[in-house]
C-alpha cells in the first residue's frame, strides 16, 4: 500500500520481546525510527551497542575481580599455516573485546593450559596431527595485564591417501566419492571429514533410503602420515510411506492437518515433503508442538509415519508502544508520531479455523516548525481470517478498521475494508492473493495550495486538488459522507519465491506483480488502473560477499491516481538519498511551501555488496556498499532513465536472530541543482530492522 502506514511501527524495538511463536502468548514493545537527524541517530546507535554490551558482559568466562589479573594481550609464535585469528577464535583467555564497555578475561594459569590444548586440537583436526604446544609464556604488567604467548610446533600435515565406501554399488560408490568432494592427496580436514558422514545419510534418504546407517572411520598413521577414510554403509530399503495417523487433536479437524502434508500413503520416502509439511504446520500458527515420525523403529519396505501436535493457547494479549520520526538534516518540517498499542487475539472464533483478531493504536503526531500542536492519530481495527476457506491451504480474511491520520501536511480520518483471500502453490514457491479494499476520508487539514477552504484564499489550485481527490470541504467533526474522498479498489498479486531465507537472504531471487484497478463498479468515485512489477536477485560470492539487485517499476496504464495510491518514493526500503516519500512530484513553491503529491510512475533500482566482517557479541558486523537510482513522474511516460535520481552510500549491519540491525547513509550525486526537488538536501541516514530488500 502507497498510503503511509503507520500501524505496524516496527524498527528499533520490533520483536525483541517476542521470542515465542504465535498461540504461546507474548508480550511484546514495537518501535519505529525513521529520519535523517545524526545527533538522534547517534543516541540510538549508542543505546542499542550499550544493551549489548550489557548482555554479552553477563556471558562467557568469569570477569577479573577488583585486584585480579586479567588477559591483556594473545600471541603466537610458530603458526605458518594459519591466521591467529583462526586459532585463538575458539580460546577462553582472550584479550579484551567490545567497543563502548570493555569485557575482560580473568588471568586463570588453569584455563590457559587447557588453550593449550584446544589449540593442539585445533590443529590435530586440520590434518597436523603432530602438533604441539611447546611452552607457554606470561608476562606480566603494569595494571594487573598479563600478555600470553604461545609457542606452536606445527609439524608436518598427513594426508587423505584412500577413500573407501562400502555398501554401494560401482555406479554409487563413484557418484558418492563425486559428491563428498574429498580428493586423494589433500590435507586431511576433520571436518569435511565429518560433514561427508552427514552428506551421505541425505543422499540415500533423498534416494528413499529412510533408515540407512553408516559408520565412518579415518585411520591415521603418524609415522607415515597417511589418512585412510572409510564409510561402510548399510542403505536399507526403498521405503514407501504406509499409514498416516494423526495425533494431539482437541478442538481443531484432522483435516486441517492433512491439508499440510506434502505426502500421501503409498509415496516414496523423502525428507523434503517431511521437511516442508512440518514449516506448513508451524506456519499455521496454531501448534505449540509440531512433529513428524515414524511410527516405529522397524526397517521395514513400508513404514507408517505418525504426525504429532499440541495445539497452543487460544488467547493472546499484546501491549506495547513505539516511536517514529521523519524529517530531513534540519528539523523545520520533521513530525514525530508516539503511539501506545493493544491488540486481542483469539484463536477459534466461531469455528476451529478462525481467527478474530483487534488492535488499538492511538497516539500523537508533532510537526516541529509549525503553529499547530500534537494531533491525535490512531487506528482501531477487527479482523476475521480463515483457514482452508473453500479450498486447502487457502486463507481467506476480512478487516474493518478507523484511522485518524496526520502525514505530509495532511490530516484524514475515515473508515476503511478489506476483504482478500491467498494461497501457495508449488511448494510455497509461487504465491497468489486477490483483494477488495475500500475507504472513505474526510480530509480536516491540508496545505494552503490544496485547501478548499478560507487557507487557500489566493493559492488554492483547484485543478491538482480535484485530480488528488481532496477538493471536497470537510470538518474535524463530520463523519465521512458518501460525497467525501471515497475510493474502492481491487488489487491481484502474483509472486515467486526463491529465496534462501526471508530475513537474511543470501542466495536465490524474489518476483512480483501488483495489479489494480479502481472504478464505479467497485463502488469508488475514481477510475484507474496500475501494475508494479518487482524482481531481486542475491548472488554469494564466497563465503563472506553477497551482491544484491533489485528493480521495481510501477506505471498507471489509465485514468488518474487519487492521493493515496500514487507514487512516491525515498526512505529506507526504496531510495537511501532521500527520506521517507521526500523523492516525488510537488505542488508548491520548491525551497518555501513544497507539498509532495506522489506521481503517475515510478521507477526504483538499487545493487549493493554486503560484506561480513567480523563477530561481535556473538553476532556478526557487515558492511553494505549500495547506489540506489530512481525517480517518480508526475503523468505516466515521463521517466527518463538516464537522468535518476542517483545516490552512493555505505551502511552497516548487526545480524540479530530478528534480522539485520541496519544503519545507511546515502549521498545524492546527481540532480541536486536549482529546480530540483530538496535541492539542499545531499545526505539521508536511515535506521531499522531487515535488509533493504
Not at 94 to 116: E, H, T
Not at 293 to 298: G, L, S
Amino acid at each position: 500500500m502507497r498510503y503511509p502506514d503507520y500501524s505496524g511501527l516496527r524498527g528499533l524495538v520490533a520483536t525483541l520481546l517476542d521470542p515465542a511463536p504465535r498461540g504461546l502468548g507474548r508480550l511484546r514493545a514495537l518501535g519505529h525510527w525513521r529520519g535523517h537527524r545524526p545527533w538522534l541517530l547517534c543516541g540510538l546507535v549508542l543505546s542499542a551497542l550499550l544493551v549489548q554490551a550489557c548482555a554479552a558482559k553477563q556471558k562467557g568466562p568469569e570477569s577479573p575481580a577488583p585486584g585480579e589479573r586479567w588477559i591483556a594481550s594473545i600471541h603466537l609464535e610458530g603458526n605458518t599455516s594459519f591466521s591467529k585469528d583462526s586459532i585463538i577464535d575458539g580460546l577462553v583467555s582472550n584479550p579484551p573485546s567490545g567497543i563502548l564497555v570493555r569485557k575482560r578475561v580473568r588471568y586463570d594459569p588453569a584455563l590457559v593450559a587447557i588453550d593449550s590444548r584446544r589449540i593442539e586440537t585445533f590443529y590435530q583436526q586440520r590434518g597436523f596431527l603432530d602438533a604441539r604446544v611447546l611452552d607457554v609464556r606470561s608476562k606480566e604488567r603494569k595494571g594487573l595485564g598479563n600478555d600470553i604467548t604461545f609457542v606452536i610446533s606445527e609439524g608436518e600435515a598427513s594426508h587423505v591417501t584412500a577413500l573407501e565406501i562400502d555398501g554401494l554399488s560401482k555406479d554409487q560408490q563413484r557418484a558418492m566419492v563425486a559428491k563428498l568432494g574429498i580428493k586423494i592427496g589433500e590435507r586431511f580436514d576433520y571436518e569435511r571429514y565429518d560433514q561427508g558422514k552427514l552428506l551421505i545419510i541425505n543422499t540415500l534418504r533423498e534416494a528413499g533410503h529412510a533408515h540407512a546407517k553408516l559408520t565412518a572411520t579415518a585411520n591415521a598413521n603418524r609415522r607415515t602420515r597417511e589418512v585412510i577414510l572409510r564409510y561402510e554403509i548399510d542403505p536399507g530399503p526403498v521405503v514407501r510411506i504406509g499409514k498416516i495417523s494423526v495425533k494431539g487433536l482437541s478442538t481443531m479437524p484432522e483435516s486441517v492437518v492433512r491439508n499440510r502434508l506434502s505426502f500421501a500413503e503409498g509415496d516414496t520416502f523423502s525428507p523434503r515433503p517431511i521437511a516442508e509439511s512440518s514449516d506448513r504446520l508451524r506456519a499455521l500458527g496454531r501448534f505449540s508442538v509440531a512433529r513428524i515420525d515414524f511410527a516405529d523403529d522397524t526397517r521395514s519396505e513400508v513404514s507408517d509415519i505418525s504426525v504429532t501436535v499440541s495445539e497452543g493457547p487460544a488467547h493472546e494479549l499484546r501491549l506495547g508502544g513505539g516511536t517514529a520520526f521523519d524529517g530531513g538534516l534540519s528539523l523545520d518540517n520533521a513530525q514525530w508520531l508516539i503511539r501506545a498499542r493493544a491488540g486481542y487475539t483469539r484463536l477459534g472464533f466461531l469455528d476451529p479455523l478462525t481467527t478474530l483478531d483487534s488492535e488499538l493504536q492511538p497516539g500523537f503526531a508533532v510537526q516541529t516548525g509549525g503553529s499547530v500542536g500534537p494531533t491525535f492519530v490512531g487506528e482501531a481495527k477487527v479482523g476475521l481470517a480463515r483457514e482452508d476457506l473453500f479450498w486447502p491451504l487457502m486463507t481467506g480474511s476480512t478487516a474493518l478498521s478507523y484511522n485518524v491520520l496526520a502525514f505530509d501536511n495532511f490530516k484524514s480520518h475515515g473508515p476503511r475494508i478489506e476483504v482478500g483471500a491467498k494461497r501457495p502453490f508449488w511448494h510455497e514457491r509461487i504465491k497468489l492473493g486477490a483483494s477488495w479494499q475500500g475507504e472513505l476520508l474526510c480530509f480536516t487539514d491540508r496545505p494552503a495550495i490544496l485547501d478548499p477552504g478560507p487557507a487557500g484564499a489566493g493559492v488554492y489550485d483547484a485543478a491538482t486538488a480535484e485530480q488528488l481527490g481532496i477538493d471536497h470541504s470537510c470538518t474535524s467533526l463530520a463523519i465521512p459522507r458518501p460525497s467525501s474522498y471515497r475510493l474502492a479498489f481491487a488489487e491481484e498479486s502474483v509472486a515467486l519465491e526463491g529465496r534462501d531465507s526471508v530475513i537474511d537472504t543470501r542466495r536465490g531471487y524474489y518476483i512480483e506483480a501488483r495489479f489494480e484497478q479502481s472504478a464505479s463498479v467497485l463502488g469508488s468515485e475514481f477510475s484507474y488502473l496500475t501494475v508494479t512489477p518487482e524482481a531481486r536477485a542475491y548472488w554469494p560470492l564466497g563465503s563472506r560477499i553477497v551482491l544484491a539487485g533489485r528493480l521495481r517499476y510501477g506505471r498507471t496504464l489509465a485514468g488518474e491516481l487519487p492521493l493515496t495510491r500514487r507514487y512516491f518514493s525515498g526512505g529506507a526500503s526504496s531510495h537511501r538519498g532521500f527520506g521517507q516519500r521526500q523523492l516525488a512530484p510537488v505542488v508548491g513553491d520548491l525551497e518555501t511551501s513544497r507539498v509532495e503529491i506522489g506521481g503517475d510512475e515510478l521507477l526504483e533500482s538499487s545493487i549493493e555488496a554486503r560484506f561480513d566482517l567480523f563477530k561481535l557479541w556473538d553476532n556478526l558486523l557487515g558492511l553494505v556498499v549500495f547506489t540506489d537510482a530512481a525517480d517518480v513522474s508526475l503523468r505516466s511516460g515521463g521517466i527518463d532513465p538516464g537522468n535518476l535520481h542517483i545516490a552512493p552510500g555505505l551502511g552497516l549491519r548487526y545480524h540479530t536472530p530478528i534480522g539485520p540491525f541496519r544503519f545507511d547513509m546515502g549521498y545524492r550525486a546527481t540532480r541536486r541543482g536549482s529546480g530540483e526537488i530538496h535541492a539542499s538536501d545531499s545526505l539521508a541516514w536511515h535506521l531499522s530492522i531487515g535488509e533493504a530488500f
